[in-house]
């Protein structure tokens, strides 16, 4: 007999492939030369003042550390690879690309209104591949809502809910910057991920917010159960009828 297991989802798929290729060439050039973060990086002030356009996309190929990369690049491979099977490479890759641009764009909004932690955004250098990986956390959770993903690597949530959560810490996390994670730019993959989907192919509010995917849907089902649990509390069976009955029982 023979044994065999796998672990995640299966190989890396070409376009996956190839993010990952970039994204750690990107980190050892930076690496060798630690300037090119502060001109490929996200800075609104940069883009917004000197016009370094291309920022929006840059930003999302160069990380900090060695951890930040390992981390992002697994999580890319867990989810990715899963949906580049579904959509295909081309389609994968532009995906990748709105979500991970959407993000950044929602950064320089966010940098640009009249709150106490948009100065700090302003001035602040972004970079990972984090706004582009939310996007692809909310694909996940609107092809497959029901599919469990361990919380904190601790216990299984359904993807749909895991979501919920991730956009609600996100957003509550937003006005405290300084803590080194780009809590905006991660609503903003996010929202890009849901508003790009939801137009591109016409799904409907119902399947997105209110059906498949939403706690509405859930409350109403869980309400609903409760209602049919009790109306079964009044049609209990009891013995009954004689001995030449067929069926003793009545309702």
């Not at 990369?69 to 690879?81: Q, R, S, T």
Request: with cysteine.
């Amino acid at each position: 007999s023979t044994f065999s297991h796998s672990f995640g989802p299966g190989p890396l798929t070409p376009a996956l492939k190839a993010l990952v290729i970039i994204n750690v060439t990107a980190f050892l050039a930076t690496t060798i030369v630690p300037a090119m973060t502060l001109s490929f990086g996200l800075r609104p002030a940069d883009v917004v003042g000197n016009l370094q356009i291309w920022q929006p996309v840059t930003y999302m190929f160069l990380h900090g550390s060695v951890g930040h990369i390992l981390f992002n690049m697994l999580i890319l491979w867990m989810f990715g690879v899963q949906l580049e099977r579904l959509w295909g490479s081309k389609f994968f890759l532009r995906y990748y690309l709105v979500a991970g641009c959407g993000a950044a764009i929602v950064t320089l909004i966010a940098s640009l209104l009249p709150f106490s932690f948009s100065a700090a955004t302003y001035t602040t250098v972004t970079i990972g591949a984090s706004g582009a990986i939310y996007g692809l956390l909310m694909a996940f959770a609107i092809y497959y809502p029901n599919a469990p993903i361990l919380m904190f690597f601790l216990f299984p949530v359904p993807a749909k809910y895991f979501v919920m959560i991730l956009g609600a810490i996100a957003f509550i996390s937003a006005p405290r910057y300084g803590d080194g994670i780009g809590h905006i730019t991660h609503l903003g993959g996010l929202l890009a991920g849901y508003l790009y989907l939801s137009r591109l192919h016409g799904l409907s509010a119902r399947r997105f917010g209110f059906g498949r995917f939403g706690i509405m849907a859930d409350i109403k089902y869980r309400y609903v159960k409760w209602k049919m649990s009790r109306l079964r509390k009044k049609f209990n069976v009891y013995s009954g009828g004689n001995d030449q009955d067929w069926d003793k029982k009545i309702h």
